[in-house]
């Protein structure tokens, strides 16, 4: 049953059904992003008390679905969320505390920071 509700969630959300196309090459890399997909969201979501069971769904209309304001300088680029009913979550997962270093980005770092 468990493995059939995650099969229900990747089809739901993902759009698992949705594949990008009939060739073989392409249905492969869509389920395997599709995989990708559900691990990370199931990765953020082990740090979020409360969450750790929830559907993509869930996670990406009350953590990911939301805007943000960018500021990218020498060093850094900060991602500065709102004001939500969630952040305190965020906050208590650290996530005002990590400096993720991102290779492609000439070294800067990728940090979060809340209003």
Known sequence: M???NAIADGVHFFHLDALCSGVQIEVDFSVAMTV???VLYRWFAQSLRGFEHAQAKQIYRRFIN???DI???QKDVEVI???????PLLLEARYDKRRVAI???H?????FTFR
Not at 107 to 111: K, S, V
């Open 2 to 4: 468990l493995v059939e």
């Open 71 to 73: 500021r990218i300088t």
């Open 36 to 38: 990708v997909a559900n």
């Open 107 to 111: 070294g800067r770092t990728l940090r």
């Open 81 to 87: 969320l709102p004001r939500r009913a969630h952040n």
């Open 103 to 105: 290779p492609w980005w």
């Open 66 to 68: 939301t805007w943000a």
